[in-house]
């Protein structure tokens, strides 16, 4: 299973990105996260279903503590071969 998903909210500047990629990675995902010049975060995270919906609920949670996650846009993608979860 592969979701991409864009995190709107106070979600820049608070360790979001590295806490993604540690979060991604304690769950055995692939894929990446980014920041985006509007503010929000870009993330792609493929691997077992269950896995990605644990980190899609983490988003909808709210993320690391700093965070403050207003709106969670997500949509399947066709998947693709990734290695280990990082930051772009």
Do not use: C
């Not at 991604?24 to 920041?35: D, F, I, K, S, T």
Request: proline share 5%; net charge neutral; glycine share 12%.
């Amino acid at each position: 299973m592969q979701r991409h998903y864009t995190i709107h909210g106070r979600v820049q500047g608070v360790f979001f990105r590295d806490s993604t990629r540690r979060k991604a990675r304690e769950l055995g995902l692939g894929g990446w996260v980014r920041n985006l010049p509007d503010g929000s975060v870009e993330a792609v995270a493929a691997g077992d279903p269950e896995a990605v919906r644990a980190l899609e609920d983490w988003f909808r949670q709210g993320g690391p503590p700093a965070a403050h996650v207003e709106r969670v846009d997500a949509m399947d993608q066709e998947e693709k071969a990734f290695g280990e979860f990082r930051v772009r």
